[in-house]
Nanobody
């Protein structure tokens, strides 16, 4: 049984930084197509970042490009999202997601991912 567990959320001031982690069990992070999504009340889950399972290429939404970095810690079987220069509009519940393989055109769509974590709240506020 696959389990994904996010951690690292919290409250931070604008311009601050946070690092989210997603610990995986029942799935090898190294070979998986993995991503981060976020969601605010009343809105659909929004793509944030993706790392390919086949070659480690990374992809980001325009709203976070240059500020967020997705990576894997293979030794801990964990997915990481480093976030800097946070803005109030980054406030959301952040979800980790994974699947065995996702074609490139589908990585931006939540339904392409098989496994999901429970989410961690990130709040950016003065």
């Amino acid at each position: 049984q696959v389990q994904l567990a996010e951690s690292g959320g919290g409250v931070v001031q604008p311009g601050g930084s946070l690092t989210l982690s997603c610990a995986a069990s029942g799935r090898t992070v190294r070979r998986s197509a993995m991503g981060w999504f976020r969601q605010t009340p009343g809105k659909e889950r929004e793509f944030v970042a993706h790392i390919r399972g086949v070659n480690d290429y990374t992809y980001y939404s325009d709203s976070v490009k240059g500020r967020f970095t997705i990576s894997r810690d293979i030794t801990k079987n964990t997915l990481i999202l480093q976030m800097v220069n946070l803005k109030p509009e980054d406030t959301a519940v952040y979800y980790c997601a994974a699947s065995d393989h996702i074609i490139l055109s589908a990585i931006y769509t939540a339904r392409s991912y098989k496994d999901w974590g429970q989410g961690t709240q990130v709040t950016v506020s003065k």
